[in-house]
């Protein structure tokens, strides 16, 4: 199943990295289409309904990123003016270009994120604080799979316990679940258990699902109408994309479960970290396809030496070195980039 580039590279920056399948290509060549703009693709149609059946939702939109799904979101179930809460180091907060305050006209409430799960204490202490003159709230937003923790996944009830409190408080919740199937594998629950009490949850199929690109947002029936509208306005609306579309139904009825492949090299390559540099992370907490480490816990320069021995990692700020695992990266892949690692000094 897996297509490999076989460069030479051990590419462990990010599962956006990821090529086509052989049944993806094959798919794209063979798709039916027609003008999504007047909602007569097919092939977009089946693949809409197949993330909303899978999602719980009542209906979806294939869009051209994760950061436009993102973005449709806070614009549709926020209001101007006030202020959207979230993971201080959550995706929306730092790699969207502050876009959510020209696109929605709001702007983020960072929270504490030590363990990349929010909890319902720290929704209740952020709506106290609309006594205290701080600007008022009128949505939440979560991260699962929680990217900069080592893609740590969020439970249903850590799920359920936020959304039962901005509930009350009337306040509407998005989950920005670009790498929800990896969450869903890794606590062995579906993804609609995990979106249960979300207004609107979008996620990636060109990370780990191996898509060659496109990300799907899902909600209720009028917010996704909604959505509709505003990604024309976004430059999204697109045309005969059911050539796209394609490979995204292959990649949710045949990429989901290898990901527990990718999550057992993450953890092997994890756990050479620890061995090699003790105290740069705790391999327990690798429970998906993503490992952050500290880089004052690790030799200088590691991302260049460890390009220079073939293997390309990343950082996600000043302080964090990633390697993501994904299909291109098999056991021998993992092989090749641990001895690298052991190779180095301090």
Same mark, same amino acid.
């Given at each position: 199943m897996a297509e490999r580039a076989d460069d030479g590279w051990v590419d462990l920056r990010s599962d956006t990295v990821t090529t086509p399948t052989p049944e993806m290509r094959r798919a794209m060549a063979d798709a039916e289409v !027609?003008?999504?703009?007047?909602?007569?693709?097919?092939?977009?149609n089946r693949l809409e309904a197949l993330a909303a059946g899978l999602l719980g939702k009542d209906a979806a939109l294939f869009v051209p990123s994760g950061t436009m799904a993102n973005q449709l979101a806070l614009r549709l179930i926020t209001r101007v003016g006030t202020e959207v809460a979230c993971p201080e180091r959550a995706h929306v907060y730092r790699y969207e270009g502050a876009a959510a305050a020209r696109n929605a006209g709001v702007q983020l @409430?960072?929270?504490?994120?030590?363990?990349?799960?929010?909890?319902?204490?720290?929704i209740e202490d952020a709506v106290a604080d609309q006594a205290h003159h701080l600007p008022p709230l009128s949505a939440i937003?979560?991260?699962n799979t929680h990217m900069?923790?080592?893609?740590?996944?969020? @439970? $249903?009830?850590?799920v359920d316990a936020v959304a039962a409190t901005a509930?009350?408080? !009337?306040?509407?919740?998005?989950?920005? !679940?670009? @790498?929800?199937?990896? $969450?869903?594998?890794?606590?062995?629950?579906?993804?609609?258990? *995990?979106?249960?009490?979300?207004?609107?949850?979008?996620?990636?199929?060109s990370k780990g699902l191996s898509a060659p690109v496109g990300s799907l947002l899902c909600g209720s029936l009028d917010v996704m109408t909604a959505a509709r509208d505003e990604r024309a306005r976004m430059g999204g609306a697109m045309r005969q994309v059911g050539v796209l579309a394609a490979a995204g139904i292959v990649a949710l009825e045949q990429m989901v479960d290898r990901l527990a492949e990718d999550h057992g090299r993450a953890r092997r390559l994890a756990e050479a970290l620890a061995d090699q540099f003790p105290g740069s992370i705790d391999p327990s907490a690798v429970q998906t396809n993503i490992v952050c480490a500290p880089v004052q816990d690790l030799p200088d320069k590691i991302v260049t030496r460890l390009e220079e021995q073939g293997v390309r990692c990343?950082?996600?700020?000043?302080?964090?070195?990633?390697f993501v695992t994904h299909k291109d990266v098999d056991d021998p892949g993992i092989d @090749?980039?641990?001895?690298?690692?052991? $190779? *180095?000094?301090r």
């Open positions: !027609g003008d999504d703009v007047y909602g007569e693709d097919p092939t977009v @409430r960072p929270l504490a994120d030590p363990s990349g799960v929010l909890t319902a204490q720290q937003s979560i991260e900069p923790d080592s893609g740590r996944p969020w @439970r $249903a009830e850590d509930r009350r408080h !009337g306040l509407r919740v998005h989950c920005d !679940g670009a @790498r929800i199937w990896n $969450a869903a594998v890794a606590v062995g629950a579906s993804p609609a258990d *995990l979106a249960t009490g979300c207004d609107t949850v979008m996620f990636c199929l990343g950082t996600i700020d000043a302080r964090t070195v990633r @090749r980039a641990i001895a690298a690692l052991r $190779a *180095l000094d």
